[in-house]
């Protein structure tokens, strides 16, 4: 692949960063809002969802891996999904000692 072909796939508009700028602030303070509001149990849930939206904003237009190959993404993938089993284990052994 040339150098011209390879530019314009990593290449986006300033109008993307923008809005991605935007909606990365957005959730922001979205976390912060949650942040005040009892769920109860949820609270952690809500705050990994929100995160979760927020990493994949970065993941896909900050650190151009919407346009990387396939496995660059299954190696981002498998980091991640055992991040999220270490998670869940860490999670379930914490709610096992606290009761």
Same mark, same amino acid.
């Given at each position: 692949m040339d150098d011209k072909?390879?530019?314009d796939i990593h290449s986006h508009?300033?109008?993307?960063?923008?809005?991605?700028w935007l909606a990365l602030v957005a959730l922001t303070g979205l976390t912060a809002? =949650? #942040?005040?509001?009892?769920?109860?149990?949820? *609270?952690?849930? =809500? #705050?990994i969802l929100i995160a979760v939206v927020? *990493?994949?904003? =970065?993941?896909t237009?900050?650190?151009h891996l919407k346009s990387e190959q396939r496995t660059f993404k299954v190696f981002i993938f498998v980091a991640l999904f055992?991040?999220?089993?270490?998670?869940?284990?860490l999670f379930s052994d914490y709610s096992y000692y606290g009761r």
């Open positions: 072909k390879l530019h508009s300033y109008g993307i960063y923008i809005l991605v809002a =949650v #942040a005040g509001i009892n769920f109860g149990k949820l *609270s952690i849930v =809500v #705050a927020k *990493s994949y904003l =970065v993941l237009e900050f650190m055992f991040i999220l089993v270490s998670l869940t284990l």
